[in-house]
C-alpha cells in the first residue's frame, strides 16, 4: 500500500485548506484511517481518527470543531478538512492508515 497526501500550502490564519490522501496498492474500506501531524522542533502527534466500523470519529482538542476527517472508499482517498486555521496549525501533515504512513504535506498558516 503507498498513500500519497497532497492538499498542503500557506495561507492565512482564518482561512482553510483541505487535505487529500490517496491509498494504492490495496484498498483501505475496512480500514481506520487517521491523520497525525509534526510542527518543526516537535514529535508527531495525533490530530484525528475514522473508525470504519462505526464510522465515528475522533480528535483531538486543539482541532475538535475546525477540522473534519472523511473518506471516500470508492476513491480510496482520506481527507482532512481544515478550517479557521491558526499559526500553530502549522506542521506536516501524515495520513496513516493500519501501519503504513503517507509522505506528508506542508501547511503553512501565517498570521
Known amino acids: 500500500v503507498q498513500l500519497q497526501a497532497s492538499g498542503g500550502g500557506l495561507v492565512q490564519a482564518g482561512g482553510s485548506l483541505r487535505l487529500s490522501c490517496a491509498a494504492s496498492?490495496?484498498?483501505?474500506?475496512?480500514?481506520?484511517v487517521s491523520w497525525f501531524r509534526q510542527a518543526p522542533g516537535k514529535d508527531r502527534v495525533f490530530v484525528a481518527t475514522l473508525y470504519w466500523r462505526d464510522r465515528s470519529t475522533l480528535y483531538d482538542d486543539s482541532v475538535k470543531g475546525r477540522f473534519t476527517i472523511s473518506r471516500d472508499n470508492a476513491k480510496n482517498t482520506l481527507y482532512l478538512q481544515m478550517k479557521s486555521l491558526k499559526p500553530e496549525d502549522t506542521a506536516v501533515y501524515y495520513c496513516k492508515i493500519r501501519t503504513y504512513w503517507g509522505q506528508g504535506t506542508l501547511v503553512t498558516v501565517s498570521s
Open positions: 496498492g490495496g484498498t483501505f474500506g475496512r480500514y481506520t
